[in-house]
């Protein structure tokens, strides 16, 4: 019998499964059916009719070949026009790379550039992926935990304390998954000046860029000195309702680009041409989707804010994305405990704090990327339950 103890790496046995494949998991039981949840980040609308008759009409035309490794010249072009019109970001061609979803956009651009030793800084709460993708590298996560005061934006005088000589990159995942915040210009600036003078390079995750509610994303490679020092991953997933499709890209200068396409070249080859051609037309002629999907975000973030103020419930109004970050440490449990109650008792999910890093530790994110029918079901859930912990107390 084979000792799989002795041949499995022991980085990759080592890291935690993800806290919210843990929690969806319990989901997938029979006796979960009657559950109703707000866990899922992904939109609840179909991507729209004309984005889906793209992909359609280039498999009715036979167009199933392999693409060049960087994504076709016309799906590049668009993202370079996408970026321009939408940010006024600049970037040729030849500085962007289309991938497998913002995941493995997130990935290559780690793998490029951390070796053994290199620090990494991490704000969280944040998206599960990147503490992992440090340490399968050899590189030390440097986690710097924001604040619900704050609302859990990461400050300079933050980013400055976490420098180190050995610090080489910055993840900046505004506007943010699990809290819903966002950075202004000004905050921009304010890090971009503690940066500039310095070699490390910001992993610029932005793929809810779309997704604000009262101000335009500023991208922080559109500040001042820091075009040359940013890599911006991004996708279609959130916007243009396109999860499925695994349509992401990278956009950074050609030095650094080039290192990222060689290992997009020996893992995936290209990605999905079918879904390439879906994105082209998304990027053209797909403002008005992105309009429409954030007006009704954009009244369900409203309705869900004020649903649980009223239940007692307090958290920030989110300003990006499609999730509300709230604080439950006043009712005396643990997130998990809250969440595993919630789910039993009232037959309710949403997914622990504790899922986004361990400040999450008395919070718990809600998903408003459903129905407003769904999220009052869940509301009255939520409050039944309240009411039961404060007889308790």
């Not at 595993?340 to 704090?353: D, F, K, M, S, T």
Request: glycine share 6%; charged share 25%; proline share 5%.
């Amino acid at each position: 019998m084979i000792d799989y103890s002795s041949v499995l790496s022991k980085t990759v046995v080592e890291l935690k499964k993800s806290g919210i494949r843990k929690f969806f998991d319990l989901l997938n039981d029979e006796s979960m059916k009657d559950v109703v949840g707000l866990t899922v980040g992904q939109p609840d609308f179909v991507t729209p009719w004309h984005i889906r008759e793209a992909g359609i009409e280039s498999l009715q035309k036979g167009k199933t070949y392999y693409t060049g490794n960087a994504g076709t010249p016309e799906l590049r072009q668009e993202i370079c026009n996408y970026l321009a019109r939408r940010f006024q970001l600049t970037y040729k061609p030849a500085e962007t790379l289309v991938t497998v979803g913002g995941s493995e956009a997130i990935d290559l651009a780690i793998r490029a550039l951390i070796e053994p030793g290199d620090e990494v800084i991490i704000p969280t709460p944040c998206f599960v992926c990147y503490d992992p993708i440090v340490r399968m590298q050899g590189g030390i996560p440097v986690i710097v935990e924001t604040k619900f005061e704050e609302k859990f934006k990461l400050t300079a005088e933050a980013l400055r304390a976490a420098i180190t000589p050995k610090t080489k990159m910055l993840v900046l995942a505004y506007p943010n998954n699990p809290t819903g915040a966002i950075l202004t210009k000004d905050e921009l600036e304010a890090l971009a000046e503690v940066l500039r003078d310095t070699n490390i390079v910001v992993l610029s995750d932005e793929i809810y860029a779309e997704l604000t509610y009262g101000l335009q994303h500023t991208s922080i490679a559109s500040i001042d000195g820091m075009w040359e020092r940013t890599i911006l991953a991004s996708g279609f997933a959130k916007a243009y309702a396109m999860t499925g499709w695994r349509m992401g890209y990278l956009a950074a200068p050609e030095p650094l680009l080039e290192q990222m396409l060689k290992i997009h070249q020996y893992a995936i080859m290209c990605a999905p041409t079918t879904s390439q051609f879906a994105a082209v037309e998304a990027l053209r002629n797909g403002d008005e989707d992105i309009l429409t999907m954030r007006e009704e975000y954009n009244r369900r973030r409203r309705y869900i804010y004020e649903g649980l103020k009223r239940i007692g419930i307090d958290s920030f109004e989110p300003e990006g994305a499609f999730y509300i970050y709230p604080d439950l440490r006043k009712f005396g449990l643990s997130s998990d405990e809250f969440c595993n109650r919630l789910l039993y008792e009232q037959r309710c999910a949403i997914v622990p704090g504790t899922a986004f890093g361990e400040s999450g530790e008395g919070f718990a994110r809600i998903s408003y990327a459903y129905s407003v029918k769904h999220i009052t079901e869940a509301l009255s859930r939520i409050e039944k339950f309240v009411k039961s912990l404060q007889k308790e107390q």
